[in-house]
């Protein structure tokens, strides 16, 4: 059943295809029917929304009552693309075995699967405006990275800086903006990252700027720390997200992650 609740839009969602765009990075494709396409059609691209993973071999989604309650698993991901043409939602996930649902999901998924989808209604932008863009994040951000480089205009200088889990995971990116980029190659994110301290070696843009970092909890937060107190950054020039936190699963770590 399709809900429009507190400008929440959310539905079932069948598998059509699954890609392995990189060897840790998993693109799935769902199939979209016409009254889907208007359900979502007011949705921001590259925006946060949550999955809601059925029991293994289940033929419907429970998605949550009034209390609360499910039994379904609950997630947070980024809708990467709608094509409203081909009738298509694309969400990617990070390959890292059974290591959680949702990576374990994605690597089992199959045509005909289904996966509950809910997304809030926005038309606000992912970024503000600026002159120039940098934009940080591990494996977690590709894609709204992604989805923010390919919103970005001609003319703006973005420079971003990406860890994967090595140079196979290298993936393509699109923007009309002027983008340079530089990979850092992690093949254990679950025990350290190098981003904090690598960003910290590298020049910063000046001006009307602004920063998007997006990364495991202690990262992020080393970053925001960085930012704001060494590079007296103000609150409006920059902004970390963290979508994880080493060693503890989404529903544990989500309190702290909310921390600032």
Do not use: C
Request: no cysteine.
């Amino acid at each position: 059943m399709d809900i429009i609740q507190k400008k929440i839009v959310r539905s079932v969602f069948t598998v059509k295809e699954k890609i392995f765009v990189t060897p840790h990075y998993i693109r799935v494709i769902f199939d979209m029917s016409d009254e889907q396409l208007v359900l979502f059609s007011e949705v921001t691209i590259g925006r946060n929304n949550k999955i809601f993973i059925p029991p293994f071999g289940a033929g419907t989604v429970d998605f949550p009552d009034e209390t609360g309650a499910s039994s379904s698993i609950r997630r947070t991901y980024t809708t990467r693309h709608i094509d409203f043409g081909k009738n298509e939602m694309w969400i990617d996930f990070v390959a890292h075995g059974d290591n959680g649902p949702a990576s374990s999901w994605a690597q089992r998924a199959e045509a005909g699967h289904i996966l509950g989808i809910a997304m809030k209604v926005s038309d606000k932008p992912l970024l503000p405006e600026a002159d120039s863009y940098l934009l940080i994040g591990d494996s977690t951000a590709i894609p709204v990275i992604s989805a923010m480089l390919e919103q970005l205009p001609e003319g703006v200088d973005v420079k971003a800086i990406l860890e994967v889990h090595g140079p196979e995971d290298e993936i393509g990116l699109s923007t009309r903006a002027d983008l340079r980029v530089e990979w850092l190659h992690n093949p254990d994110p679950s025990r350290e990252s190098e981003l904090a301290s690598f960003v910290s070696t590298r020049s910063l843009p000046q001006g009307k700027r602004f920063a998007y970092i997006a990364a495991e909890y202690d990262t992020a937060k080393a970053l925001r720390q960085y930012f704001k107190e060494e590079q007296n950054w103000s609150a409006t020039e920059f902004s970390a997200v963290s979508y994880w936190k080493r060693g503890e699963a989404e529903e544990e770590s989500a309190a702290t992650r909310r921390e600032k």
